[in-house]
């Protein structure tokens, strides 16, 4: 393959990692990011978003060889402990025996991504650059290089946008003629708050579980941390009843926390502090496409798929966008335009597929886990699993635990889901949940499902 002599506009999570995988070809790299060099910031642990990071993430990691660099500062968890109101709690297992989801500190993340990308001798790494703007006809980014207050023109080969939701490089492709564009605000946003570590230095929770205190129409969640401390967010109406707009004072933030979190609150002695420093964080979701321009520039990561986080999946897809280029790229060799035009085809299906799943999930996350039925159709979907795996993989697995593109996952989610409402709609489902009928009652259903799409084919 060539060597090229290329950009990457944002170091922050999946522009690092792509920055890897380009070094790897043999690429002349060069990252640019806006902020200041991340690798001087000290990373408050408690204080700073933490990320889920499951199978997808990882086989991005891996294959660029980083997984030993990212093991170091990843915490596994192995399921969801919910906490109730009534301070009883209750534990459900991700996936199958062994298989967990990783915590990981957005800012340890970044640092570590950024160090392993410029140890890479074809890789320079350029903060305070902000990108202002792309001449497409010859590929010249404008910077505005922020330290010494100066513009800069520089002309590459190629140029990657990873920068984020708010991305420059897709701004510059939404100017285009015929771009599809759309951006959408969730009503709801998010606060971080902090567990810290015990008087022992240990986790206050239990360290395995990702937390959740659901409470229908807002929910909060905890992360540990590799220090000891748990990062909390809470996930709430800007507007309304329970909303950020009525946490105003001491006050009633004592009081909302006392009432709706009575485990936790004790935990959290920072706990009004940290609700009126830390901002109230917005929930973007963005849609584009296409996601390439010619042979000269591709958007990757938030820049072209931004999604609520509720699946844990921004990230996890992102790094999954580097694996799928890099395969690309080994397919296509020199021919960039090609490669280009196929990573839109292929991957804009997914990225609208987890916008749609991480946005379900959010009900299901706030409303649905504190639900009885909901955690019986788990078990049954789990056992079922357990018997037949080849017929039956859970949505969350195969979102988490798999590469089944995502679209495909809606997909078959969709029609298990189906499957499954009639099993809960028996009336004596409860009695019956793991006998032989229902057993049958599913395999026929399933059965069914499978003839109806051969059928179709
Ligand atoms: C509350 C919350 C929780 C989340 N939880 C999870 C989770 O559990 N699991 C998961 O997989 N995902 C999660 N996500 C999503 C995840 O954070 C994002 O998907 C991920 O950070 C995207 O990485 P990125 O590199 O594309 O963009 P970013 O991480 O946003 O990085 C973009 C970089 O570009 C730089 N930049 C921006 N504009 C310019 C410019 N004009 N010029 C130069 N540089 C620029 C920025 O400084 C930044 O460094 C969560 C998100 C939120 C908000």
Known sequence: MKPQNIAIVG??????????????KGHKVSVFDRRSDIRKVKIIQGKSINLALSDRGWRGLINAGLEEDIRKVAL???GRMMHYTSGDLTYQQYGKEGQAIYSVSRGLLNQTLVNCAARHENVEVFFN???????????????????NNESKHLTFDRVFGTDGAFSAVR??????????????????????????????????????????????????????????????TLFMAYEGKDAFENLKDEKTIRAFFEQHFPDAAP?????????????????????????????????????????VPFYGQGMNCGFEDCFVLFELMEKHGDDW??????????????????????????????????????LLQKKIEARFNEKYPHLWTPLYSMVSFSHIPYKDALMKG??????????????????????DEVENHILELVQNVNETLLSTQ
Request: glycine fraction near 6%; hydrophobic fraction near 40%; include cysteine.
């Open 129 to 147: 650059h902000q990108c202002k703007d792309i001449q497409l006809d010859t590929n010249t980014v404008q910077f505005f290089d922020t330290e």
């Open 267 to 307: 935990l959290m002695p920072e706990l009004v502090e940290d609700f009126n420093n830390n901002p109230t964080g917005s929930l973007v979701m963005i849609k584009c496409n296409p996601w390439h321009y010619q042979d000269k520039i591709c958007i990757m990561g938030d820049a072209a798929h931004a999604i």
């Open 11 to 24: 170091a922050g999570l999946v522009g690092s990692l792509w920055a890897v995988y380009l070094a790897k």
């Open 171 to 232: 701004n510059r492709l939404q100017r285009l003629e015929r771009y599809d564009y759309s951006q959408e605000y969730l009503n709801h946003g998010y606060k971080e708050l902090e567990i810290p570590p015990g008087p022992d230095g240990k986790h206050q929770l239990d360290v395995t579980s990702l937390h959740i205190w659901p409470r229908g129409e807002f929910m909060m969640i905890g992360l540990p941390n590799v220090d000891g401390s748990i990062t909390c």
């Open 337 to 374: 335009a090609t490669m280009f035009s196929e990573f839109t085809r292929l991957r804009k299906p997914n990225g609208d597929a987890i916008l749609e799943l991480a946005l379900r999930n959010y009900i299901e996350m706030r409303d649905k886990t504190a639900d009885p039925m909901f």
């Open 76 to 78: 596994p968890m192995n």
């Open 414 to 435: 969709d029609q298990q889901d189906a499957i499954m409402k009639k099993v809960m709609d028996r009336a004596d489902i409860f009695e019956m949940w793991d006998s």
